[in-house]
């Protein structure tokens, strides 16, 4: 489970997180939406403390702290309950394909390297790509890169996966590969919080949605809730905009 409660964070005189609650049950795949500079990526980011939020609490499965006071050990074990996927892959250049997703077996887990590589080529399989695992990343599609990613992110066995805009680097041709790798792992019912534009795929995927603004959560409901009857104007405004054509976006 996540649970967090009255998160905050300010670059500068900038309220980026105005004070977030959120619960998300073991197993629960909850979709992020919002207009951009919402904060949508801040508050993953908080959560795994690649940014440090100013005040408020965050229990991720076996690990809590209070954003005010913490200790090098607290955030060590918050940081292992989750595992990342960036917008842009974030893989190591200089390492293969297995060597990116064993990376963490080995240097966290300690586990010796015949039996990283088994793990890690189940799971290159499990994305389609075992083919590929001696394969350095600038040889791969943005899409492979991004499987890659999710590999190595389900490696280390987290409480739950923070996705962050998973798609929006990939060229249109290369997204759906992206998305049917991240609805296998939904299929699991690992816990995950997806940062998205992606409506279709939000509407799909996830159980519940949270549409956020101006660094608060305004809504959240099922898919059918948000997508077909959303209750605040600011949420039926954001999604008539992203719906409408092109040109009559204002
Ligand atoms: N490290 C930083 N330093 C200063 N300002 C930042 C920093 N990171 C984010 N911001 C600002 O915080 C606001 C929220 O950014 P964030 O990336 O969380 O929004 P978002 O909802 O994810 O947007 P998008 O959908 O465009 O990715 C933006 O105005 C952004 O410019």
């Not at 609490?57 to 918050?78: F, M, N, P, T, V």
């Not at 992110?153 to 962050?164: E, K």
């Not at 405004?237 to 054509?245: C, G």
Request: charged share 25%; aromatic share 4%.
């Amino acid at each position: 489970m996540i649970h967090v409660t009255n998160l905050r964070k300010q670059f500068k005189d900038l309220v980026v997180l105005d004070g977030i609650d959120i619960d998300v049950k073991q197993g629960e795949v909850v979709a992020i939406i919002g207009p951009s500079g919402s904060g949508k990526s801040t508050l993953l980011r908080c959560l795994n403390l690649l940014e440090s939020p100013d005040t408020g609490r965050i229990e991720i499965g076996q690990a809590a702290l209070d954003a005010q006071k913490y200790s090098r050990k607290e955030a060590h074990h918050l940081r292992q309950q989750t595992a990342m996927v960036f917008q842009n892959y974030n893989l190591f250049k200089n390492r293969t394909a297995l060597q990116n997703v064993t990376e963490s077996l080995i240097i966290t887990k300690k586990m010796k390297q015949s039996e990283a590589d088994k793990i890690g080529l189940a799971l290159l399989e499990q994305v389609g790509l075992a083919h590929k695992a001696d394969s350095y990343p600038i040889t791969l599609s943005g899409g492979q890169q991004q499987r890659v990613a999710i590999a190595r992110a389900l490696a280390v066995d987290p409480h739950a996966i923070l996705l962050d805009e998973p798609t929006s680097a990939l060229d249109p041709e290369l997204v759906a590969e992206v998305l049917q790798v991240i609805k296998a792992i939904v299929e699991k019912r690992t816990t995950m919080l997806i940062v998205t534009h992606e409506m279709a795929f939000a509407r799909q995927v996830a159980d519940r949605i949270i549409f956020m603004a101006d660094g608060k959560i305004v809504e959240q409901g099922t898919p059918e809730e948000i997508f077909d009857r959303p209750q605040n104007q600011r949420t039926q405004r954001f999604l008539q905009q992203i719906t409408a054509p092109a040109a009559f976006i204002s």
